[in-house]
């Protein structure tokens, strides 16, 4: 089993999308999920926010050129909503994307994002919109996710987070894709099997 | 001394339980695993990256439905990209000895309309499929969520997950539906009354007086949409309702009796602890229809559309997006509104008592010209058995276009799609933007007898007054 990177952090610029129950169809719609790989669905994240119909660049946040090369995403309500589609979080990632801040995140979703090692931290929205005036103020400005303070810091201000504790500690133990704890455990598995009468 | 009472939950997780990991989550069992074609390939090549066999073949059960044309029945499919990916679900069955119920065994369907069908869900049971409707299930008892792609791989590789457990409410639907409203109705309005996110971190536990009279095609029905409500499963304790349509299914229990025993003994305790409790009056609920984009965003038919305004603030700016998305009038009744499309299918609504109640009303009438009605029926079987009921004639002379079972235009992953602006009465479960195949497209969802009614007006309709039920009977 390949060895995983811990992630104390995640550093980067971030663009505002905020937006309350955005659903994985408008992450990816399902018509480019028609693959049987992940490995090209970066170029679709968000694609009818970020496209026309002819396929040139709507107005729109994420096209904004002051927020390009952007790493994280700010988000709303209930961000992931929907689908359970992994593809969601994989094009995010294929995109760029490296985290996310959000007021609060669908489950599946956040748990396919965190088996990806890319860390989601929820964050009460006054500090959240606090935080997203600041972006807006200066695109440029730095923020870092620290997952094991469950903070993040922009410049000289600190903004508390909001993260399970089973997702921080495999973010930071370099378990946050549990397929290799998962297979250590083979006895135990085969002795719930036995004692199920349906298996 | 008896153990403290018990919510089927807890039962279901603790039989299931394999123990602890590190990050404190549990490793959960999944006793059912069902596949289909979109979410299934990339676990696949992951496992063969990983050179890791699959642990429980006889474990996991495959269809396809996601991408299957419903109006082509030869392959190659025209779309080769679908064509590929049935293809690769194929090979990966074959190699791996899973159970393929495909295209040509006159099982196929969608995946959460076949398991029930079969006898493959069953209470007492945890089910994960890699598709957020797998809540489904719960209508038989079973612990049954949606899981994303790594989480195939990890139910392939070692039939188990890493799950954080989850808090319990019950929602108690009690008193008498009247006539026209339905299970489709009744969880709109759960999810109207308690957010679309208001069910993250909880197993909804449905019950009450509704909830015993429904049939089991009900209960789906409901616990279908739980997702939409924000909770991963929802379920409804087994009874003699249960037993009784499982009963005789080709996977039913060979030891039948003792079987319905320990299904019996799997329901909730009286007296068992909730995390919380809801009550909700069957009298407060009317056919219900979406104003927006997200399910949440409902009124019943005889209401307005809701003006921002009168909107608590929290949910003002996605209700401005959601009304310039349909083009709908704030403060202006919904009913009137014209439709182009009307789509009856689902893993929500494209059951045998589904057809069967739209057809009954159906008959004899004709869809509205210029609308563009298909009816999707979910799985092979249910579509002969409507055939041999003479369903799909009813629908035929109506106008309506009789499909080939699959997910189809609820979220048009095949060539079933909405074209433009469009504007879709759907029996679907998400009016998420861009859903049925167009960025721009418009979907109302409703109940499959409120589908049919505005499929013959042409517009969104009540029901009840164009087909004279109840009370709304035209004096």
């Known amino acids: ?199 | 001394m008896s153990e403290r009472p018990k919510s089927l939950f807890e039962k279901v997780w603790e039989a299931h339980e394999v123990g602890k990991l590190s990050d404190g989550r549990s490793q959960l069992f999944i006793g059912t695993h069902l596949i289909h074609e979109v979410t299934s390939p990339q676990a696949f090549g992951m496992l063969r990256d990983l050179g890791l066999p699959v642990r429980f073949p006889q474990r996991t059960f495959a269809t396809v439905d996601h991408i299957v044309p419903t109006d082509e029945g030869e392959e190659p499919y025209s779309d080769r990209l679908a064509d590929a990916m049935i293809k690769e679900l194929r090979k990966n069955c074959e190699e791996n000895g899973i159970e393929f119920f495909d295209v040509h065994s006159g099982k196929q369907g969608i995946v959460h309309i076949i398991g029930p069908e079969q006898g493959i869900t069953q209470p007492g049971t945890t089910i994960a499929c890699g598709d957020s409707h797998t809540s489904t299930h719960g209508a038989f008892g079973a612990i049954a969520f949606g899981i994303g792609t790594s989480q195939v791989r990890d139910v392939l590789a070692t039939q188990t997950i890493a799950m954080n457990k989850l808090k319990v409410r019950r929602i108690n639907v009690d008193g008498e539906l009247a006539e026209g409203v339905y299970a489709k109705d009744v969880i709109l309005h759960i999810i109207r009354t308690l957010g679309v996110n208001g069910g993250i971190g909880y197993a909804y536990e449905y019950g009450g007086e509704v909830f015993d009279r429904f049939s089991q095609e009900e209960r789906m029905t409901v616990c279908n949409m739980s997702i939409e409500g924000g909770a991963r499963c929802g379920y409804v304790n087994p009874d003699e309702t249960t037993f009784e349509y499982l009963k005789g299914r080709p996977y039913a229990p060979k030891d039948w009796e003792a079987a319905v025993e320990r299904w019996r003994a799997v329901a909730s305790d009286p007296g068992c602890h909730y995390d919380d409790v809801v009550h909700i009056r069957a009298e407060d609920i009317a056919p219900t229809v979406t104003w927006g984009i997200n399910p949440g965003q409902a009124i019943f038919i005889d209401q307005d559309v809701p003006r921002p305004e009168d909107l608590p603030e929290k949910d003002r700016a996605t209700a401005e997006e959601a009304l310039a998305h349909m083009g709908l009038e704030p403060g202006e009744p919904i009913r009137g509104t014209k439709i182009d499309v009307a789509f009856l299918g689902s893993c929500t609504n494209s059951r045998l008592s589904d057809l069967q109640e739209a057809a009954k009303y159906l008959k004899g009438r004709k869809v509205a010209p210029g609308v563009h009605a298909i009816c999707v029926p979910g799985s092979q079987i249910t579509a002969r058995i409507a055939e041999q009921q003479g369903i799909d004639q009813i629908f035929r002379d109506a106008g309506f276009e009789w499909r080939g079972a699959g997910c189809s235009m609820c979220l048009a992953m095949n060539p079933d799609k909405l074209q433009g602006r469009q504007l879709c009465a759907s029996s679907s479960n998400r009016n998420f933007k861009g859903r049925q195949g167009s960025a721009t497209g418009r979907t109302v969802l409703m109940s499959p007898l409120m589908v049919v009614a505005a499929a013959v007006t042409g517009e969104i309709t009540d029901a009840r007054e164009l087909f004279e039920i109840g009370d709304e009977k035209v004096a």
Not at chain 1, 7 to 31: C, E, K, Q, S
Not at chain 1, 189 to 199: G, I, K, P, Q, S
Request: charged share 30%; proline share 7%; glycine share 8%.
């Open chain 1, 1 to 199: 089993m390949p060895a995983l990177e811990p992630i104390p952090f995640v550093r980067g610029t971030a663009v505002p999308y905020m937006g309350d129950d955005v659903d994985t169809d408008r992450i990816i719609p399902a018509r480019y999920m028609k693959c049987v790989t992940f490995d090209d669905l970066g170029e679709f994240a968000f694609y009818d926010e970020r496209k026309n119909e002819d396929g040139s660049d709507r107005e729109h946040v994420l096209n904004d050129p002051r927020y390009a090369g952007a790493t994280l995403l700010l988000a709303g309500a209930n961000f992931g909503c929907g689908s359970s589609r992994e593809h969601a979080p994989q094009s995010l990632y294929r995109f760029g994307y490296r985290g996310v801040i959000a007021e609060s995140f669908a489950e599946i979703f956040f748990g396919n994002s965190i088996t990806l090692g890319m860390p989601c931290f929820a964050m009460d929205r006054p500090p959240l919109e606090e935080l997203a005036a600041l972006v807006r103020e200066n695109p440029a400005l730095e923020l870092e996710l620290d997952v094991d303070r469950v903070e993040v810091r922009a410049g000289d201000r600190v903004f508390p987070a909001h993260l399970p504790d089973s997702a921080r500690t495999s973010l930071l133990e370099g378990r946050w894709d549990p397929i290799a704890e998962l297979l250590e455990h083979n006895a135990e598995v085969d002795a719930v099997a036995d004692r199920l009468t349906y298996v």
